[in-house]
């Protein structure tokens, strides 16, 4: 299925339309990638907006690659990194202020606190904390042991922020520099970690030895580990999640000598709940706060064939799959929840879209992209529902709903 000329507009009817005046207010809450701290990816609590026109909002012309997911603050404010060692807030466009790093902010989440300072971290390891209005709060230098690139998100909780680098350090530093504490793994951290309501830590482990299990941690807001699992003859293969004291991995597991696509839950004691086989490797996850469902797209990448992507929905009691859909292109990043849908891109060759579904399994509304510019493939959703992405070809986003203002 190409999706270079496909481009569906529903009845004026069905589209819901979104202004300034129905974004959620955000003052003095925090943002994070992934909507939460619980990596849900679930942004129920903002309005969802007609999807139906792409804009382009470019600060210049200059050839660069926004480097991770772009966080969208209120009244149309939205802060990316890009390949060129710089920060960037602008609003509508219009670039408030630039911040120059020591190296990239490649694939880390961008992440504000209460009050909407910024904390970010570069591939060389270092942790900078900025004001709302670019000024530099401070910043400081994970140990430099590793010849990896440092490429783990960036977690937010009530009283600091804890990161992580290639060589298994996790450090966790308060909102004003201060360093609380280390913890350290002779393995090597999943791209992302989660948190709980009680500030501790779930990490996944890689294990460094071909073939081996990758191990579960839940590390105490003291820095001390409070539990360590290994994951079921497992290697993670996606984001992990945490909600109402269960804990969602995927990956694939040894079984015969093959590889099986599986998902395990576990409880907040580091006991497994459920496992589920699956019908293709786990590429993200995502969780319903205030629903009994969970959403998994799957995705393998075919040699001499187009690639196949499977949404899924799974009960969260016992892992029993409602529906799936497949697709004949590559989905590869939690899909967004929103009160009626799910949203997502998908990519085959240079082509983009940007898909709606229903969530009872159906398809809702497609958006080409194919005209606009290529984009860093983890979309956000800002305050006023318009769709956020980065752009990997210029200084700029693209957007879904017109523009940040919501016309």
Not at 57 to 82: H, M, Q, Y
Not at 274 to 291: E, H, M
Not at 389 to 403: C, K, P, Y
Request: aromatic share 10%.
């Amino acid at each position: 299925m190409t999706l270079r000329f496909l481009f569906i507009v529903l009845s004026p009817a069905l589209l819901l339309c979104v202004s300034c005046d129905s974004e959620v207010n955000i003052t003095g809450k925090p943002v994070i990638a992934y909507a939460d701290i619980f990596r849900s990816s679930d942004y129920t609590i903002y309005p969802e907006s007609d999807i139906s026109k792409v804009s382009e909002e470019v600060i210049d012309s200059t050839r660069t690659s926004v480097t991770c997911s772009p966080l969208c603050l209120e009244k149309g404010n939205v802060i990316f990194a890009l390949q060129n060692k710089t920060v960037v807030s602008t609003t509508y466009a219009t670039v408030n202020w630039k911040f120059t790093t020591d190296d990239v902010v490649n694939n880390a989440a961008l992440i504000a606190d209460n009050e909407h300072n910024l904390y970010f971290v570069t591939s060389k390891g270092t942790v900078y904390s900025v004001t709302s209005a670019g000024k530099l709060r401070w910043k400081k230098t994970l140990s430099a042991d590793t010849l990896l690139p440092f490429n783990s998100n960036i977690q937010l909780l009530t009283n600091g922020i804890v990161v992580a680098n290639g060589s298994g350090l996790v450090q966790k530093f308060d909102f004003n520099g201060k360093a609380l504490w280390q913890y350290i793994s002779s393995n090597t951290p999943n791209h992302t970690f989660a948190a709980d309501l009680n500030n501790n830590i779930i990490m996944v482990f890689h294990d460094k030895q071909i073939g081996g299990t990758d191990s579960l941690v839940m590390i105490g807001d003291d820095g001390k580990m409070k539990w360590q699992e290994p994951i079921n003859q497992t290697n993670v293969s996606c984001n992990i999640s945490w909600v109402g004291g269960s804990i969602y991995v995927g990956g694939e597991r040894m079984i015969a000598n093959k590889r099986v696509p599986v998902i395990h839950c576990y409880n907040n004691a580091g006991q497994i709940v459920w496992s589920r086989q699956l019908p293709v490797t786990p590429r993200g996850i995502s969780v319903g706060l205030s629903d009994s469902l969970l959403y998994v797209v799957g995705y393998n990448a075919q040699i001499q064939h187009e690639p196949k992507s499977d949404v899924m929905a799974l009960h969260k009691t016992g892992g029993s799959i409602v529906w799936e859909l497949w697709f004949d292109y590559a989905i590869d990043h939690p899909v967004i929840i929103t009160e009626n849908y799910l949203q997502f891109l998908g990519t085959q060759n240079h082509s983009t879209g940007f898909y709606r579904m229903n969530k009872n399994g159906t398809l809702h509304s497609l958006v080409s992209l194919s005209n606009s510019d290529e984009v860093y493939p983890l979309p956000t959703v800002a305050p006023n529902g318009t769709i956020v992405m980065g752009s990997t070809q210029h200084a700029g986003v693209v957007t879904l709903s017109g523009s940040l203002l919501g016309m």
